[in-house]
């Protein structure tokens, strides 16, 4: 009997270590991380993908999916993380709520205004959260930006670090000689990854051409 019992809490210690991850995480984007080589997606919420870019109130470009990134590398540091298993996502991904410090980092994304509450997987416990974020004009919520579930439907925009996507589409082949080209075609302004986007008519290299 006390075999048995000693093989019980065996495999129920090792069931329960399957469900919990604790160590040190890289950050591969805004919302998914990396430990012990286990590839997580924080459950919940949906971050701006790192390759996106989003308008700030006066209008102008910027990087928010990389600084949705910096944010959270940032924040996370060289601190042990612990995350705890929700689900496995169709990728084999671990989906999980992850702690640091005590905090959990899944609602602190969604606070800081780096991701969204994503409630088709149950990220309706964050709307009340995401709610203050956008009263206060945090992260993305300072300007226009678009949702990034809508982001990753659109074969034209490039593929996000921790977002797999089915094989690229081939190179567009929408040419424009000049900006005053692209605005005569109604096309303007270009964003990276958009047919007809291309580095030179991208003055100051921020994702953005023609955009004045």
């Known amino acids: ?5 000693t093989l019980l ?11 919990t991850l604790t160590g040190r995480a890289s950050v591969i984007d805004g ?33 928010c999916g990389r600084r949705a990134a910096f944010a959270l590398a940032d924040f996370l540091g060289q601190r042990t993380v612990r995350c705890e298993r929700r689900d496995t996502d169709r990728y084999g991904r671990m989906v999980a709520v992850c702690y640091v410090g005590g905090i959990e ?12 509450a994503y409630v088709r997987y149950g990220g309706s416990v964050y709307l009340n ?12 919520w300072q300007g226009r930006f678009t949702p ?15 977002a797999p996507r089915s094989p690229a589409t ?16 109604g096309a303007a302004p270009l964003y990276r990854g958009q047919p007809g986007y291309r580095p030179g008519l991208d003055r100051d290299g921020d994702g953005v051409a023609c955009e004045r």
């Open 31 to 63: 919302d998914t991380l990396e430990v012990q080589g286990v590839r997580i997606r924080l459950w919940g919420i949906d971050a701006v993908e790192s390759s996106q870019t989003c308008l700030d109130a006066s209008g102008k470009a910027w990087p």
């Open 1 to 5: 009997m006390l075999r048995l019992l």
């Open 9 to 19: 809490l065996t495999l129920l210690s090792l069931a329960q270590a399957q469900q």
């Open 170 to 185: 081939p190179p567009s082949s929408v040419y424009y000689r000049s900006c005053a080209e692209a605005r005569a075609a």
């Open 148 to 162: 990034p579930w809508e982001y990753r439907r659109n074969p034209a925009n490039p593929p996000s670090a921790g």
């Open 105 to 116: 980092i899944n609602r602190w994304l969604v606070e800081q205004g780096w991701a969204l």
């Open 129 to 140: 959260t995401q709610q203050q974020a956008q009263a206060l004009k945090r992260g993305i």
